[in-house]
C-alpha cells in the first residue's frame, strides 16, 4: 500500500523554510517526486475507502498558491491535500487530507453550502432536530470526529426565533468536522486504512445529510427519477 514518508515530509519542512521560485526552480524534481508519491497514496486511500462508500472523483491538489487576493505573497503551500469526492447527486457530503508536519488533518462535510441546501437543512433540523443530535451524539462519532464545527452565526437565521430549541445548531453556516494527526500517524505504513477507517465513521452523518437534502419535509424526494 503507497504511504506517505519521511521523503515528502523533507520537502515540505524545506519549502516551509524556503518559499521562494529560486529555491523551487532548483528542487523542483524533489517536489515532483514527492507529489507523485502523494497521488500515489490518495489512489490506495481510494481502493479503501470504495469498500464503504461511492467514489466519484478523487483529486489532489497543486503546491502552488493563488496570491492575487492574498496579503501573503508566498508562492507555494506548505502541505499536500485532496479531496474525495461522493458519487451521483443522493450521496451528498465530501471528504479532505491534509498533510503537513506538525499540522496534519482529515476533515468531511459541507464546507459551503449553496443557499438552497443550506435553507434545507435549517428546515429540517427546526422541524426535527433529533434525528441529527443522535448522530452527533453517538459514541463512535464523537470518538472519532468530536463535535461539529464550523462557522456560525451570532444571532439567529433570519425567519427563526432567537429562543428556537434548536437554535444552536440553527445558526451554522457550515457542517464540517475535523481531525488532527500526529506525524507518526500520517507515517504509518497503514495510514491510507486508519484514515478510511476514520472517514467511514462519518456515515451515519452523511446518510442523515443526503436524507434531508434529497427530500421535503413531507418525505417526498427532490431528485428527478
Known sequence: MSTITKTEFDFLKDIANHND????????PRYQASYEQVKS????????????????KTKVYRIYRDVRFSKDKTPYKR???GGFSRDT??????????????????AGGFWSPNADDLKLIRSHIAADDAALRKVLKA??????????????????PKGYPKDHPAIDLLRYKQFI?????????????DFAKHASDYFKALRPYFNYMSDILTHDLNGVSLLAD
Do not use: C
Open 177 to 189: 468536522v475535523s481531525k488532527h494527526l500526529s506525524d507518526k500517524e500520517v507515517l504509518h505504513k
Open 139 to 156: 459514541k463512535k462519532f464523537k470518538d472519532t470526529w468530536g463535535t461539529l464545527q464550523g462557522e456560525q452565526l451570532k444571532t439567529a
Open 89 to 106: 447527486d443522493r450521496l451528498r457530503g465530501g471528504y479532505y487530507v491534509h498533510i503537513e508536519p506538525g499540522n496534519s488533518m482529515l
Open 21 to 28: 521560485r529560486d529555491w523551487f526552480a532548483e528542487n523542483k
Open 79 to 81: 502541505s499536500f491535500s
Open 41 to 56: 497514496f490518495f489512489a490506495a486511500m481510494e481502493e479503501q475507502m470504495a469498500k464503504h462508500d461511492s467514489i466519484a
